[in-house]
């Protein structure tokens, strides 16, 4: 009886070859590069010509062909807006930063701690009071104008901040991005072990939720600045006293003369746009880390 040997199989290494598909995966095309420049140039000449008509006088801003290139009347058209007494942009100026400061905060504040209740406690009524917020969120303001008005009007908050602060301090949006965002950022045997340690409801929010929040609360933060900075309607309802506007209302009051300055209105709105170019520039890098982080935890 003959017996044969078995061979163990030989492996053979074969060589790790990169496609040239996989290599132009990460690669943008000449195509792609041309198509985001001209988004780019697309989102920046507004305020290139922004900038143009600002710095010119108002004849050289109606003139034809119109012109491409900043002037040196800058300085000059700002002095005229912050002189104009109509306007009173630097009192519209502070009450904006009032208004959308007081409604950033307290949105983000409330928002969190809204979305960790509906994200990780128990308790009855959870699923209809998250459905009522989802319902509010689908009403137009435009719709609650007239009993908002009256109630106003009954509390004597005409022409005042408040007027334009206590009715936007919460918002159905605000709640459910955050609940969104803690019902997979906060582990929930992250908050077990806080319980463990003995730490109240109030404590596990403030030291275990709120810190995993802080990337979705940078985001809603600027969209939430940005939204009552840019907030037109409700204030010109509320507000008709002219000595106490917001920064949008100083801008409608440079253009109500019959021939428009729009150098003067186009220097107007530089002044109105500057300060959320800084906040951007400050608060960039975590609202684009929340923006991503939210992203890939999706």
């Known amino acids: 009886m003959t017996t044969t040997a078995v061979r163990p199989p030989t492996r053979h290494s074969a060589p790790v ?11 943008a095309s000449p195509l792609t590069m041309i198509g985001l420049i001209f988004g780019v140039l697309l989102s920046l000449f507004p305020f290139y010509w922004m900038i143009v ?3 010119r006088t108002n004849d050289a801003a109606n003139s034809w062909p ?13 002095e005229r807006v912050l002189a104009n007494s109509d306007a009173n942009i630097l009192k519209g100026l502070m009450n904006s930063f009032l208004v959308a400061g007081t409604i ?15 994200a990780k406690l128990r308790f009855r009524g959870k699923n209809a009071l998250l459905l009522i917020i989802l319902t509010s969120m689908m009403v137009p303001i435009q719709l609650g104008v007239l009993p908002l008005y009256i109630l106003m009007a009954k509390l004597d908050w005409l022409n005042t901040m408040p007027s334009v602060t206590v009715p936007f301090l919460i918002g159905g949006f605000g709640i459910f991005m955050m609940r969104q965002y803690a019902e997979q950022a906060v582990p929930n045997e992250l908050i077990e072990a806080a319980r463990v340690d003995g730490c109240s409801t109030w ?25 009552q900075w840019n907030q037109f309607f409700w204030p010109f309802v509320v507000l008709a006293d002219p000595s106490n506007p917001t920064v949008q209302i100083s801008l409608r009051s440079l253009n109500t003369a019959y021939f428009a300055d729009n150098s003067q209105i186009f220097a107007g709105t530089l002044i109105a746009t500057l300060p959320l170019f800084v906040v951007f520039v400050l608060f960039g890098r ?12 999706s």
């Not at 491409?68 to 300085?75: I, R």
């Open 17 to 27: 070859k990169t496609t040239h598909r996989a290599e132009r995966l990460w690669k």
């Open 53 to 55: 008509i600002a710095s």
């Open 104 to 118: 950033t905060v307290a949105t983000v504040f409330f928002g969190s701690l809204a979305g960790f209740a509906f």
């Open 203 to 227: 404590r596990v929010y403030w030291h275990v939720v709120a810190p995993a929040l802080r990337p979705a609360a940078a985001v809603l933060g600027l969209l939430t600045f940005m939204e």
């Open 66 to 78: 119109p012109p491409f290139l900043p002037g040196g009347k800058l300085g000059e058209n700002i």
């Open 286 to 297: 975590q609202i684009i880390g929340g923006i991503m982080e939210g992203a890939v935890k």
